[in-house]
């Protein structure tokens, strides 16, 4: 069984640029949720796919938006990339929506933009 | 709301010291509580969790228990080693709601 996988590893974009980050859940898994880590601080929540609808979002703008595929895959997205937007990118996977489903974390995508 | 506030780091322990980490928690509900911890260049990796009060989450020698009356979920570990250093992060979820995350302790053993 293979866990949940993130690509690219590293990313480097200039502002105003656009980004699309990847994450492939782990087996048997059809909730995506997407996390921003900034240096030194703990994951913020960006929003959660489920069976292919977003169901819920955190604080962030329309500019970060996604996807998810009927593999249970996922897409983030960022538009008009600002210099904020530096930071470790984590997908998470886990089987369902309850506080009782464990999330599964990928290693993360470091997103830097100069 | 939901949050967590965490021990302010960062720890530095000697090996086969004892490690206490310290997490309470805000929640309108019952949450679900988890240590997750974070190596080097790593993604995040699930330590242990607590579904409910006075549950004991436990792995690798490190323990939490959930104290609804304190809302607390402290890890310790009796005796850490230096391949324990790394930073551990606190984190709640509440209902279908996401995970909430404390700002994470790092944590660094000495031989």
Request: hydrophobic share 30%.
């Amino acid at each position: 069984e293979t866990g949940v996988t993130q690509s690219p590893t590293h990313l480097i974009k200039t502002r105003g640029q656009q980004v699309t980050l990847r994450c492939s859940s782990q087996s048997g898994h059809n909730t995506v949720s997407w996390y921003q880590q900034a240096l030194g601080q703990g994951p913020q929540f960006i929003f959660q796919y489920y069976r292919e609808e977003e169901n819920g979002r955190g604080n962030f703008p329309p500019r970060f938006s996604g996807l998810q595929f009927p593999n249970y895959s996922s897409e983030l997205n960022v538009n008009a990339l600002e210099l904020d937007d530096s930071a470790l990118y984590l997908c998470a996977s886990s089987t369902g929506t309850s506080n009782l489903d464990t999330q599964y974390f990928g290693p993360g995508t470091r997103l830097t933009v100069l | 709301g939901n949050s967590v506030t965490q021990m302010e780091g960062p720890v530095t322990l000697s090996e086969e010291a004892f490690l206490t980490i310290n997490c309470t928690y805000t929640a309108t509900g019952y949450p679900s509580l988890f240590w997750y911890v974070q190596y080097p260049g790593e993604g995040l990796q699930l330590l242990l969790k607590a579904t409910k009060a006075d549950d004991k989450g436990s792995n690798k020698g490190f323990e939490a228990t959930y104290r609804k009356e304190t809302t607390s979920f402290h890890l310790e570990k009796g005796s850490v080693q230096v391949s324990d250093s790394a930073v551990y992060f606190c984190a709640l979820r509440e209902g279908a709601n996401n995970l909430f995350f404390g700002t994470g302790t790092r944590l660094t053993v000495i031989p």
